[in-house]
């Protein structure tokens, strides 16, 4: 059972490129989430979904976008890569309120910006 | 989601039990309290959660206070692998965006030989 799973697991991009943040889950989870930490700090949640073709922001959305076209993935895109998003990316899912409390993340995707 | 409040850091001696506190003193009756842990580089693991009732798990120990302003995360038999960021947070169980996953700081246990 692959959990939570996230490509790349590091990345170097320069100031101004775009990338794409894989992020699949095979647990049939309808809530899925996307966080960065930076160094010595807590996570910080990006984007987050409660299903397929629904998205919100979370605390810190700006310079990333999401889709939701299918249960299992979630990809986070970064469209001009700047220095202030050198970060650890993480990627979680978790069940539906009521079926279940516990949120799985994946094993996250370093990026440095430079 | 309600705030809590967590030390920054906290040592344990191995074999001994780590306790770690939470304030959240502003909790609403549907908000949880959810603990996850973070072991160096690697993601967020899920610990336990409860409402207002303690609970046990092969992991830990939760223990909430009557007015569920505070809490208490116990690890029984710390062990030198539960070094790691300990976070106390807390959210509602319904559905829709108030089901996303804030974390704070947490604390940073070090468990000593």
């Known amino acids: 059972n692959a959990g939570v799973t996230q490509t790349p697991k590091f990345r170097i991009l320069k100031i101004g490129q775009s990338m794409t943040l894989q992020c699949t889950q095979d647990?049939?989870?309808?809530?899925m989430y996307w966080y960065r930490q930076d160094p010595g700090m807590g996570l910080k949640l990006i984007y987050y979904?409660?299903?397929?073709?629904?998205?919100d922001k979370g605390e810190v959305p700006n310079g990333y976008n999401v889709s939701r076209s299918t249960t299992e993935d979630f990809p986070l895109r970064l469209e001009l890569a700047a220095p202030s998003q050198t970060s650890v990316y993480f990627c979680a899912s978790s069940h539906s309120p009521g079926q279940g409390a516990e949120a799985f993340f994946g094993q996250g995707t370093r990026l440095t910006v430079v | 989601d309600a705030k809590t409040t967590q030390p920054t850091s906290m040592d344990c001696a191995e074999g001994r039990a780590a306790n770690l506190p939470c304030n959240h003193s502003?909790?609403?009756?549907?908000?949880?309290v959810y603990w996850y842990r973070q072991i160096h580089s690697q993601g967020p693991q899920y610990i336990i959660h409860?409402?207002?009732n303690n609970e046990t798990n092969e992991m830990a120990s939760l223990i909430i206070t009557e007015d569920r302003k505070s809490s208490t995360l116990i690890l029984p038999h710390a062990t030198l692998r539960d070094t790691a960021v300990y976070y106390c947070i807390v959210r509602v169980n319904s559905g829709g965006s108030n089901y996303k996953l804030t974390f704070g700081k947490g604390t940073l246990l070090t468990v000593n030989p």
């Open positions: 502003t909790i609403s009756g549907n908000e949880y």
């Open positions: 409860g409402l207002k």
């Open positions: 979904s409660v299903g397929a073709g629904i998205t």
């Open positions: 647990m049939n989870h309808n809530y």
